[in-house]
């Protein structure tokens, strides 16, 4: 039955055309960054869910489950109930579920407001938590294969912030670098840390135009940045 409903899933994904951002390449070597020039709109938005839809009962992931043979909420049970999560607790779960007591949930921290799928941010590794970063309620910092993106939710539009696709390139600062896969990412006061998979870290300002510094840490290519942080110096 699980195998029928990934199918179904599968089957209606790929009857959907969702376009992704577009990024122009030609503009020769070394990591690229917009510094405000290169905008991304969108020529539509026939594949957006806004919460006025979903509250008419528009599913808030475009899934028309009445194609499917199960509904939502059974999909979600099935789930619930087949999927194993990794866990790496020093007493058995049962016992820890005995003695633990389950708050009352009288408010809603967050509702639904927006989907969209022209933000597409390419995680590739389910262990890679910091590729998606909010500064604010409309602004959010993705990745998107060797690119970072802002996206802003009141806008409805996208703009690269750093691309880090190309080969060598002198920077200020650090050690050069080359083709980088981002592993990790933070934003903070218009600052952007990201962290590599072979050790690499590279800062940018995100209003300025060029990277600010870069440099591996490691000084292999056998080491990953797992996590980076930005914190302000004590006055």
Known sequence: M???????????????????????D?????????????????????????????????????????????????????RLKQYKNYQSLARPRDTLEKECQRGETRDA??????????????????????????TSKHDVYVTQNYS?????SLLRRGKEVLNVAGPNQDMRGGRPLSRVQISTMTVKDNLLAAGGFHGELICKYVDQPGVAFCTNLAGNKKSITNA??????PK
Do not use: C
């Open 148 to 152: 970072v993106m802002h996206w802003s």
């Open 26 to 78: 030609a503009g020769g070597n070394g990591f690229r960054t917009s510094g405000g020039a290169s905008q991304y709109q969108l020529d539509t938005e026939m594949n957006d869910t806004s919460a006025l839809e979903y509250r008419q009962g528009k599913d808030m992931q475009e899934i028309p489950w009445e194609r499917l043979n199960y509904s939502r909420d059974q999909y979600r049970q099935m």
């Open 109 to 134: 921290f967050y509702d639904f407001h927006l989907n969209t799928r022209h933000v597409k941010p390419t995680i590739v590794h389910f262990q890679l938590r910091n590729l998606l970063w909010a």
């Open 228 to 233: 980076v942080e930005i914190y302000e110096s």
């Open 2 to 24: 699980a195998h029928d409903l990934q199918d179904d899933l599968e089957f209606v994904a790929a009857g959907h055309d969702y376009d992704d951002f577009e990024f122009d």
